[in-house]
């Protein structure tokens, strides 16, 4: 044989085994699971463009005309509860089917990770933190960070009572009309910030000397979910300020826990998460990334469900007296299969056959629409009614905070925060008045959903 012809066959042989023959078993594995198993293809977006730009052009529409929620309860209506689309020419399944979240949350868990959607843009703020990574160096990160989340919800009443009782003394005495948004921003800033890094950032109090950190800290997590190239000017200048700031708390808990071990162990007053991480490593630069990472979560999702609450408890005078926490700010969730495996559903027109999800798919798994879906929730599934909860029991129907070993941490600390704080405001106050001339709820994007025009009422003692 030629050199020439030697050539040639390696070639053959490549092209052969590293293209033709995954698409060949692709295909048979894909054979294999309808024959076999029964999957069934779930119904497909239209798209105009092979890579999938045309859906992603109406998507930033929608967010700018304040309509992304409407327009994807149309996109389900037209489709399906489980429908395929593209994005950036890779599968993105969108559901709202409560059983596809549970299977990918739970029964397929391992087969199923954020790191291949987080980490590249990630690593560069959150280095190896809990948000952008899975597999053990998540596990790692769980088991560090759990410990306090375990006891926060419980032990934290002083530090709940030192800020409630500040922003109270804040808020207008004379029934003028005040957003409270913002003050629950500030609120939650406060406790947040004393939880996570040991220091309250004062945010009540003086407003102004948090305002370059929390600007620096947006815009350092605004970048992180960008390209590169699209990231702000100084988004490395943010994330150097914020870098510095959180190490300079990573110092003073460590300088801390070396006095209260000289004083004989001395407990701690307060559960402060950096002390915690503090007993279980020294390592400065991971302590850094998961104060960072736990922080981007906490600093004001708590402050936008408040916000929403009173926002509706404001239009509902009837519901004041009997608050129940109903709206949580969340939207949609991502997980990008690791590994090709069969959902138990979400295949075929109705949704009920099973799906096969190839590796490299992603799923969209929209928590906000499942927590509206008129056959589980009823035909008032968008009225403000918390008297519902006292007789349903909803599971996956109702996952603000996820669900399975990946459930947000600190979903107990939030229910005691937030049950804490409306309950204040309750007693504190014989009324609640709306002040705002638009009654509709609209929405706007930030990392999450907060209302537009914000919480505008007056408060009456
Ligand atoms: C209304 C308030 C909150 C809601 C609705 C909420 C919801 C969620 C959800 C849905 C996830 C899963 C995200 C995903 O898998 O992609 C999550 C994760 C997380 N949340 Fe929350 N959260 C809230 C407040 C907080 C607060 C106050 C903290 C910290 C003090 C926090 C810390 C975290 C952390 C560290 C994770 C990552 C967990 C992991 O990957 O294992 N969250 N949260």
Redesign the pocket.
Known sequence: MTSFAILGLTFAIVILSRFLLPQVQRTIRKWKAVLYIGCREPPRYHHKDPLGRDLFRRTIEAYKEHKFLDFTERLFQEHGNTFKTITEGKVLIKTRDPEVSKAV?TTFFDKFG?QPIRYEGGKGFFGDG??VTDGAQ?KR??TL?RPA?DI?HIANFNRLDRHVSRFLEILPQDGSTIDLLPLFKRL?LDL?SE??FGKAMDALSSPESCKEFITAFTTAQRGVVMKPAAREKNWEASCQLVTKYVDDRVEEAIERASSAQKMSGGSAKYVR?VDELVKATQDRRALRYQVL???????D??A??LGNLFFHLARNPLAWDRLRQEL???AH???QCLETCILPCGGGADGKRPLLVEKGNIVETN?RLMQRGKSYWGEDAEEFRPERWENIRPTWEY????GG???????K??YT??EYIAAAMLREFSGLENRDSELAWIEERRL?FQSKNGTLVGLRR
């Not at 990472?293 to 600093?299: D, E, R, W």
């Not at 070993?405 to 979903?411: D, E, G, L, T, V």
């Open positions: 949350y954020l809990i948000l998540w990160s769980r960070i989340f926060a939650t947040s939880f996570i998460l990472s736990v922080f981007s979560p906490a600093h999702t708590v936008v469900t949580l700010p969340t969730h991502h997980r928590f996952t603000p905070f996820s070993p990946r459930i947000c941490p600190a979903f600390l939030v925060e937030c999450i």
